[in-house]
């Protein structure tokens, strides 16, 4: 049981990491841009 | 429906993740999409001086496995291309080549909305007039 705890909290963590990588808004976030002060292109 | 083995292979093994220096003249910035709606595409292109060809490409993406897949591909397109070949990429060709489902042909438009907002970007900034395309009204 706490194997596959151990394993889905690896998972889910590296998982995380890797798509925060490749987020503009993770980037965005970082650089202390306030999300709500872009204009959205709505789609 | 299951993703193709195209779009995992680029979900996987993203190509030309990373950020230009937005700052400099000749990188071109398009940002599309919207946080709301789950999809954020930045797409940055680097045009060298000289040659008029895009050097280098790089995206940063906010979204599901297709959004990602249709911009490494477009940044592998764009490479070697000019400004004005950047412009004519067609969804249609990241739909075809990714095998897209029609559920997930918004995700190939927001690709092409993103080239031409970056090659937009980096008209403005070299004193070139701003391309008027059809607005993309797949949801």
Redo the contacts between chains.
């Keep these: 049981m706490e194997d596959q705890i151990d394993y889905t909290i690896e998972q889910v963590t590296n998982t995380v990491n890797k798509l925060r990588e490749m987020s503009p808004l993770w980037e965005m976030y970082k650089e202390g841009i306030d999300m709500n002060s872009i204009e959205w292109a709505h789609h | 429906m299951a993703y193709s083995e195209k779009v995992l292979g680029h979900y996987t093994n993203?190509q030309n993740?990373g950020?230009l220096d937005k700052n400099k003249q000749n990188v071109g910035t398009g940002?599309?999409?919207?946080?709301?709606?789950g999809?954020?595409?930045?797409l940055q292109i680097e045009v060298d001086d000289a040659t008029g060809l895009i050097k280098d490409a790089k995206f940063?993406?906010?979204g599901c496995g297709s959004a990602?897949a249709s911009s490494s591909l477009a940044t592998e397109w764009l490479k070697g291309k000019t400004v004005d070949e950047a412009m004519k990429i067609d969804n249609m060709e990241i739909v075809e080549e990714l095998h897209l489902p029609p559920v997930k042909i918004?995700c190939s438009?927001?690709a092409e909305?993103a080239i031409k907002a970056a090659v937009n970007d980096y008209r403005v900034k070299n004193g070139l007039p701003v391309l008027k395309f059809e607005e993309?009204v797949?949801?």
Excluded: Q, W, Y
Aim: negative net charge; glycine residues 4%; hydrophobic residues 45%.
């Design positions: 993203p993740v950020t940002l599309v999409g919207a946080p709301e709606c999809d954020v595409m930045r940063k993406t906010f990602i918004h438009v927001l909305d993309s797949v949801h």
